[in-house]
C-alpha cells in the first residue's frame, strides 16, 4: 500500500523544480498546479494550468512534470491534464512567489 501524503509530498518536491522558463518562480509556488490525485496503484493526476492559454512551451512543461514524476518510487503512471478553469492570475500565487516576483 502506497503511503499517499509522503508521495505527494515527494510530488510536491518534484514540482518546485519545475519552472515557466519566462516567469522565475517554479510552477508549485506559482499557484499553477490545481489538484493532484494518488491512487492506491501509483497512478497519479495532476491538474494544473498556465500562466497564459496560448503558453509557447507548454509541451515542455508538461513533459517536464511527467519525466520528474514517473521517477519517483512507487509512481506507476503519470496524467498530466491542463485547464483554464479557474483562469490563473497573480492572486494564486504563494506569498514566497509573490515576494520573489515584488508584488509585495
Same mark, same amino acid.
Given at each position: 500500500?502506497? @503511503?499517499? @501524503?509522503?508521495?505527494?509530498?515527494?510530488?510536491?518536491?518534484?514540482?518546485?523544480?519545475?519552472?515557466?522558463?519566462?516567469?522565475?518562480?517554479?510552477?508549485?509556488?506559482?499557484?499553477?498546479?490545481?489538484?493532484?490525485?494518488?491512487?492506491?496503484?501509483?497512478?497519479?493526476?495532476?491538474?494544473?494550468?498556465?500562466? +497564459?492559454?496560448?503558453?509557447?512551451?507548454?509541451?515542455?512543461?508538461?513533459?517536464?512534470?511527467?519525466?520528474?514524476?514517473?521517477?519517483?518510487?512507487?509512481?506507476?503512471?503519470?496524467?498530466?491534464?491542463?485547464?483554464? @478553469?479557474?483562469?490563473?492570475?497573480?492572486?494564486?500565487?504563494?506569498?514566497? +512567489?509573490?515576494?520573489?516576483?515584488?508584488?509585495?
Amino acid at each position: 500500500m502506497i @503511503d499517499q @501524503d509522503k508521495l505527494k509530498q515527494q510530488i510536491i518536491e518534484e514540482l518546485r523544480t519545475v519552472f515557466d522558463p519566462e516567469i522565475p518562480v517554479n510552477i508549485y509556488e506559482l499557484g499553477l498546479v490545481y489538484e493532484i490525485k494518488i491512487r492506491d496503484d501509483g497512478y497519479v493526476n495532476i491538474i494544473m494550468t498556465l500562466t +497564459a492559454p496560448g503558453c509557447p512551451v507548454a509541451g515542455e512543461i508538461l513533459a517536464d512534470i511527467e519525466n520528474k514524476i514517473k521517477k519517483i518510487e512507487g509512481v506507476t503512471l503519470v496524467l498530466v491534464m491542463l485547464t483554464f @478553469d479557474p483562469p490563473w492570475d497573480k492572486e494564486m500565487m504563494s506569498e514566497e +512567489a509573490k515576494l520573489e516576483l515584488g508584488f509585495l
